[in-house]
């Protein structure tokens, strides 16, 4: 006889702590079979090539490996599409339903309601539970029941309901795991990678930085903010835990991990937005596109000092400082008029917290093409915004050592781009 288990499934909830779906399936008093399942388009056959988000992720990956060990499981690796390894473990054990984490990307509830189905086929129900956000899309509506895209009201009525909810995190019966020799999880060569600078540590917190998060966030050369993004994106660390910090200690933080579920439930509403700008008639916006300035801001080499110094710092480390992010954001879609979408998939590739919904969010913002976006006439001065946020030039001077020479020429003049910025934007907008 096949011995009963269920199966949780990890996807971006790399932690055993604090995992809804996790928990969930730890109570229902049967052994629990723990999976990670690796997309066969990621893995690397005949070279190994350098990945920082993947070496992260694996790292994460055997961090919980070892934590599992603690209560005589493993982390079970497969390279796969997840239905045929749901359907190889079927004919090993008499599977009682797979529990996971949702997500709230386009491609994750295509590829889940898809795979759904095709379990109830075999009999295996599939549940996957709300962990990644404190509120999703259907639970902050306006009260026609439409969505907002407006943060200031969001932000309003997710605060109103944080009063209405229990945040602790229940009590996971950890003794209820799948009982296993322990074996080390698939190695970062097996998959086609090479080890990079990245180190994954569990997160720890520093409530002093926290407490000061509203006064000093904004200034790139103090690294006055959490540099928590990584581990969200990974789900290294729980949300709840987040919050329960930040209501205790930082109102503004609050604000920023608001802004995190308010792109989540835009893109799951308006989910054209991954492609297309929110404000559609900004389709046939008239975007200058260069190429070779493209290459410049990609190389941290458009000879503005701020800019420079932001696109090196994600260059060389897979992190840009959010004040920063704006700034060369605004100067690639405004001064260089090139599209959003070009500086989206640079950061993408670069971000080691990179989020489909932030990203995306936050590049429309800037551009002026998204919900709630900065008005067409907010074009930031780089130099100006350097002044302000790194007065002593200590983050410039970081990134970009040659930055006091006074014969580096900049790609573009910048009071003239940004006069050419805003007459391309007012007249696109006039002629509606
Ligand atoms: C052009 C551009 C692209 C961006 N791309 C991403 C991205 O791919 N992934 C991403 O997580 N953030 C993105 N951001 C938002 C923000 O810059 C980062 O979340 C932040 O810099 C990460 O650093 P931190 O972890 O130290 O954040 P902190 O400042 O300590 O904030 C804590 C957390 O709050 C959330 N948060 C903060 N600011 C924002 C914001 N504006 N929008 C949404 N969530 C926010 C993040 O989860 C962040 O980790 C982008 C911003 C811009 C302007």
């Not at 295509?110 to 379990?119: A, E, G």
Request: aromatic share 14%.
């Amino acid at each position: 006889m096949k011995e009963k288990v269920l199966i949780f499934w990890f996807q971006r909830d790399l932690r055993i702590a604090d995992n809804v779906g996790l928990a969930l399936a730890l109570a229902q008093g049967i052994p629990v079979y723990p999976v990670f399942i690796i997309d066969p388009t990621l893995v690397h056959e005949h070279e190994c090539i350098e990945d920082r988000s993947i070496d992260y992720m694996h790292q994460a990956l055997v961090h919980v490996n070892l934590n599992l060990k603690t209560y005589g499981s493993r982390l079970h690796g497969y390279i796969g599409k997840p239905l045929e390894v749901f359907q190889s473990l079927a004919e090993q054990f008499d599977i009682q339903g797979i529990y996971c984490n949702r997500d709230y990307e386009p491609a994750y509830y295509q590829r889940i309601s898809i795979l759904k189905d095709q379990l109830q086929g075999t009999g295996i129900l599939l549940w996957d539970a709300k962990d990644q956000v404190i509120f999703e899309q259907h639970d902050i509506l306006k009260k026609d029941g439409t969505p907002y895209s407006v943060y200031g009201a969001y932000a309003r009525k997710w605060k109103e309901k944080l009063q209405t909810i229990q945040l602790e995190a229940q009590p996971a019966a950890l003794t209820n795991f799948y009982q296993t020799e322990w074996q080390e999880f698939l190695s970062l060569r097996q998959l086609g990678y090479l080890k990079t600078d990245v180190e994954f540590a569990a997160y720890e917190w520093d409530e002093y930085q926290i407490s000061q998060y509203g006064d000093l966030r904004d200034f790139p050369g103090k690294g006055a903010t959490t540099r928590i993004g990584v581990a969200l994106r990974f789900g290294t660390i729980s949300i709840r835990q987040c919050v329960l910090k930040a209501i205790n200690l930082s109102e503004v933080w609050l604000n920023e991990l608001i802004w995190r579920e308010f792109f989540k439930q835009i893109l799951y509403h308006f989910p054209d937005v991954e492609h297309q700008p929110f404000k559609k008639r900004f389709e046939t916006f008239p975007w200058r596109n260069n190429e070779e300035e493209f290459v410049c801001w990609c190389l941290g080499r458009t000879g503005i000092p701020m800019v420079d110094a932001g696109m090196r710092e994600l260059n060389e480390t897979g992190f840009m400082h959010n004040r920063v992010r704006m700034i060369v954001a605004s100067f690639l879609c405004k001064h260089l008029l090139i599209d959003w979408r070009w500086g989206e998939a640079y950061f993408a590739a670069k971000l080691l917290d990179y989020d489909l919904s932030s990203n995306n969010g936050n590049w429309q913002w800037v551009a002026g093409t998204g919900c709630d976006a900065a008005p067409f006439f907010r074009i930031f001065n780089p130099l100006v915004q350097a002044k302000r946020f790194d007065p002593d030039a200590v983050y410039v001077r970081r990134w970009v050592p040659e930055w006091e020479q006074k014969d580096i020429k900049p790609i573009v003049d910048l009071q003239e781009a940004s006069k050419r910025a805003l007459s391309v934007y007012r007249q696109f907008r006039e002629s509606f």
